[in-house]
């Protein structure tokens, strides 16, 4: 079972469409800049509400859109964590 689990792990395939992709880029210039630490307390709040909205909208769109591969994915972590 370890193994067959394995071996489907590394050879999923996601459905990443061009919104996602340019989300997830929008994601990572958004976190970049809440590490920094030139920000007022407002522009910060502001951008941790941007952060959150694109981080759910783009969860919920990875599982909408690959319900097998994450269902396997999860299958995968929860026997590494069990071991």
Aim: aromatic share 10%; charged share 30%.
């Amino acid at each position: 079972m370890k193994n067959k689990l394995k071996e489907s792990i590394g050879n999923l395939q996601f459905t990443i469409t061009k919104k996602m992709k340019k989300t997830l880029l929008e994601i990572i210039v958004t976190k970049q800049l809440l590490d920094e630490n030139n920000l007022t307390w407002q522009e910060r709040k502001l951008l941790e509400l941007h952060f959150d909205k694109l981080m759910k909208w783009f969860s919920n769109e990875l599982q909408t859109r690959n319900p097998v591969q994450i269902k396997i994915f999860y299958s995968f972590m929860e026997n590494e964590i069990d071991e």
